[in-house]
């Protein structure tokens, strides 16, 4: 079965620096999402695409972040300055039409970020 | 502001036997309810969904049952087998345009005792 590719698995960075992670989503899929989850607290959702830009995003996606499809193949979360409270891990997903229509989200691995 | 709720965060249950798993949620405009399962150190992964339409949907051994006018939802798992153990995470939806967000509950760690 397809599936969708999160790098790296861990990521360890020092407060204030940049991280990128990287996704390969499903490949006949055209919705992306990046999600979050903190240890020990619910999934949380941070931001869907689609069509090349934001179709929607939470209250947590401020400023500090940014996503992109750079390539048609990769889906890239940023985070330009890493503060303690982003250490969770992120999920990315991929669907092949919008959730509003019923369709199920395809989660990736993970990649467990440690902001330190 | 918790609109998917599952007040069980662990359960334990003899294998074999019938695994239900429980969800609450609080908001109004959600119709489409979906199940996760998680496995340690892997993304979680689709089980199992239902449209508001309808009140029972199964696959397999595994049967969501949904109670609109209680909103709530649960997860009968029957017959429970040790790779049932797992994280599993009930997950809501609003299917109105320009909503994209799966809304998560906190999860109930489901262990099958051999």
């Known amino acids: 079965e397809p599936e969708v590719t999160q790098t790296p698995s861990h990521q360890v960075t020092q407060m204030g620096q940049e991280v990128i992670l990287r996704c390969v989503p499903i490949?006949?899929?055209?919705?992306f999402y990046w999600y979050r989850q903190i240890l020990g607290q619910k999934v949380e959702f941070l931001v869907s695409f689609y069509n090349n830009e934001i179709s929607e995003k939470s209250e947590i996606f401020d400023d500090q972040f940014s996503v992109e499809r750079p390539d048609g193949s990769n889906f890239t979360l940023k985070i330009r300055s890493t503060k303690l409270e982003d250490s969770a891990m992120y999920f990315c997903?991929?669907?092949?039409?919008?959730?509003?229509?019923?369709?199920?989200?395809?989660f990736g691995s993970g990649t467990q970020l440690s902001v330190l | 502001d918790q609109q998917v709720k599952q007040n069980s965060p662990s359960l334990s249950v003899q294998e074999g036997r019938i695994s239900i798993l429980n969800c609450d949620y609080t908001n109004s405009m959600f119709d489409y309810f979906l199940w996760y399962k998680k496995y340690p150190a892997e993304g979680p992964t689709f089980l199992i969904s239902i449209s508001s339409i309808k009140d029972k949907n199964e696959d397999g051994r595994f049967t969501v049952f949904l109670n609109k006018s209680a909103k709530h939802l649960s997860l009968h798992i029957v017959p429970s087998q040790p790779g049932d153990s797992a994280v599993y995470f009930c997950?809501?939806?609003?299917?109105?345009?320009?909503?994209?967000?799966?809304?998560f509950g906190t999860g109930t760690r489901l262990t099958i005792i051999p």
């Open positions: 490949s006949n899929h055209l919705y």
């Open positions: 997950a809501a939806s609003a299917r109105v345009v320009g909503n994209e967000k799966l809304t």
């Open positions: 997903a991929s669907s092949e039409a919008e959730v509003a229509l019923g369709k199920k989200l395809f």
